[in-house]
């Protein structure tokens, strides 16, 4: 089992900036890949990054592709998701997720089986 915890969520005028950091601890070892989904009020849970451990290939959403960027630290077993360019749209609780064997739909919630617990991110207009 892996038990992962975000942290670095917060409140930020449109067109700033914030970094999200997800904690894995655990089964970490057997890691395939972690993914970033988030859900606004109302709506439904979507995907926004991933990004596999080994190789460190990444996916995002195409609304984000260019302002946000996710990457990873082996050593650590933390992945990050920096965001910047930030707009109201995006606000969101950020879930992290963790797949810990081979997924092929790295955009789907179902492909992933931990799940942290939640950090709010508002970006006010």
């Known amino acids: 089992q892996v038990q992962l915890v975000e942290s670095g969520g917060g409140l930020v005028q449109a067109g700033g900036s914030l970094g999200l950091s997800c904690a894995a601890s655990?089964?970490?070892?057997?890691?395939?890949?972690m993914g970033w989904f988030r859900q606004a009020p109302g709506k439904e849970r979507e995907f926004v990054a991933a990004?596999?451990?080994?190789?460190?290939?990444?996916y995002y959403k195409d609304s984000v592709k260019g302002r946000f960027t996710i990457s990873r630290d082996n050593a650590k077993n933390t992945v990050y998701l920096q965001m910047n360019s930030l707009k109201p749209e995006d606000t969101a609780v950020y879930y992290c997720?963790?797949?810990?064997?081979?997924?092929?739909?790295?955009?789907?919630?179902?492909?992933?089986?931990?799940w942290g617990q939640g950090t709010q991110v508002t970006v006010s207009s």
């Open positions: 997720a963790g797949a810990t064997f081979y997924i092929s739909a790295y955009n789907t919630a179902t492909s992933y089986d931990s």
């Open positions: 655990g089964r970490t070892f057997s890691n395939y890949a």
């Open positions: 990004i596999r451990w080994s190789g460190g290939t990444t």
